[in-house]
């Protein structure tokens, strides 16, 4: 029975405004004596519910692939979803996206999206563009980031020459990337030594910060919406 009853919730949920027409329709069909054109329009509201409801992501996970995919940055999406019930959303690439997603429109929208970002800093993080993009794009956002520290110090986040030399980037690129590192380096965040800290407690601590600035903003949207109301 438990699961019947979210399979009703889910659907209730992707159930838009196009499906409720068409029920509406569809009984005042029916209450004219119009039984083909009831059966149309309660057919289309089948097919209007059944298309998957829109992805949305409260969370966004920046991190170096080949030092924390699998490990910190699986973890705390596995947690985060644990604590939330399946109410908070994070995007992590190889989780969220599916085959014939384009790469650089599902970033842009789980950054757009996101409410949290938690960068994961590593020592080949500076080596990814996507990685100093995606950073670019959060703190350019104004986007609240949480950073975590993965074997490495807060005072080394600093552009590698093979970055700044690079001829794919322009000054302008190199000045963002400076900037947002600035940004994140003087930002609150979490430190992690891999050779002697306790993964679990890492991962623990970064979800329960996540959450609870998650609960702050939920708290704080009625607030804003009476104020404007008030306007």
């Not at 986040?157 to 000054?171: F, G, M, R, Y």
């Amino acid at each position: 029975m438990a699961a019947s009853c979210g399979l009703q919730q889910q659907r209730s949920a992707a159930s838009g405004p196009s499906a409720i027409a068409s029920r509406l329709r569809a009984s005042a069909s029916a209450a004219a004596g119009n039984a083909p054109a009831a059966a149309r329009w309660a057919a289309r509201a089948d097919d209007d519910e059944a298309a998957p409801a829109p992805r949305t992501y409260d969370v966004f996970i920046n991190h170096r692939g080949v030092d924390t995919k699998h490990n910190v940055a699986r973890l705390l999406y596995d947690r985060l979803e644990h604590l939330s019930g399946g109410r908070v959303r994070s995007f992590l690439d190889n989780m969220s996206m599916r085959p014939g997603d384009r790469l650089g429109e599902s970033i842009d929208e789980g950054i757009r999206q996101c409410k949290v970002a938690v960068a994961i800093f590593s020592r080949r993080y500076f080596d990814s563009e996507f990685c100093l993009d995606e950073l670019v794009s959060i703190v350019e956002a104004r986007k609240l980031l949480i950073p975590i520290f993965y074997g490495i110090k807060p005072s080394e986040l600093v552009l590698p020459p093979a970055v700044e030399e690079s001829k794919h980037h322009t000054p302008k690129d190199i000045e963002r990337f400076r900037l947002a590192l600035q940004e994140a380096k003087y930002t609150v965040g979490l430190t992690y030594d891999p050779k002697t800290g306790d993964l679990a407690e890492l991962v623990y601590t970064a979800a329960d910060a996540v959450m609870d600035r998650i609960k702050e903003m939920d708290r704080r949207a009625p607030q804003r919406q009476m104020i404007v109301s008030r306007l």
